[in-house]
């Protein structure tokens, strides 16, 4: 871990071996940033309808099962970096969103979390049972709707904004907007190339102060 100045870069790696491929990197919000951006790309996708709208999470699964979800150094970098905006490319069902939205709302920090994944399963997934991922909703393992499901149980709907595409798709459409994130966390796919491009097209929008 680095810090100098107002810049903050964190890199986080467990386990390089294929098992699971964590990155995380963050600029610290200087205090003449305001909070105006804040939601906007929540308003840009939904147009004033919210995807949590049609979701009870009294008839969906409550699975918040994840991995490192509730890690306290996803505490510690949000209370040290404030971020305004958070990227999060890989969220599965959500839990590390949650852990990072409850962290941001105890200290009183107005944030943004987008949550980037196309949930259309891992390969894992489908070599485990193609059958039953080629009979789920097209384009959706099943994991968005318990995702948003969880999001809405614990409350934080107006702090997380679900972005239903790969990263190369949000993180171009967050340019478009003149969108930066402060706070990036990489907990996609673990396959090695996979990663290299979700790094890539994240440091498109890293907040360039």
């Known amino acids: 871990m680095k810090q100098g100045g107002e810049s903050l870069l964190v890199f986080i790696c467990k386990s390089l071996i294929s098992i699971r491929l964590s990155i995380l990197f963050a600029k ?36 918040c099962k994840g991995w490192g979800s509730e890690d ?6 949000i209370r040290t970096v404030r971020p305004t905006t958070v990227l999060e490319i890989g969220s599965w069902k959500g839990g590390s969103a949650i852990h990072m939205a409850r962290c941001a709302r105890q200290e009183g920090i107005a944030t943004e979390i987008i949550c980037a994944d196309p949930h259309v399963g891992s390969p894992g997934l489908w070599l485990a049972n193609p059958e039953a991922m080629y009979k789920t909703p097209a384009g959706e393992c099943g994991t968005y709707t318990i995702m948003l499901a969880n999001i809405k149980r ?6 997380i904004t679900p972005f239903r595409a790969t ?16 706070l990036i966390y990489i907990d996609g796919s673990h396959d090695v190339i996979d990663v290299e491009a979700d790094l890539r097209h994240a440091l498109k929008v890293v907040h360039p102060d």
């Open 72 to 77: 306290p150094f996803l505490e510690e970098i």
């Open 154 to 159: 614990a409350g934080l709907t107006d702090l």
């Open 167 to 182: 990263s190369s798709v949000v993180t171009s459409v967050m340019r478009q907007q003149g969108l930066c994130a402060d």
């Open 28 to 63: 610290r919000v200087p205090e003449r940033y305001g909070r105006v951006m804040i939601n906007r790309l929540f308003a840009t996708l939904f147009k004033g309808k919210s995807p949590y709208e049609t979701i009870d999470p009294d008839t969906v699964p409550d699975d």
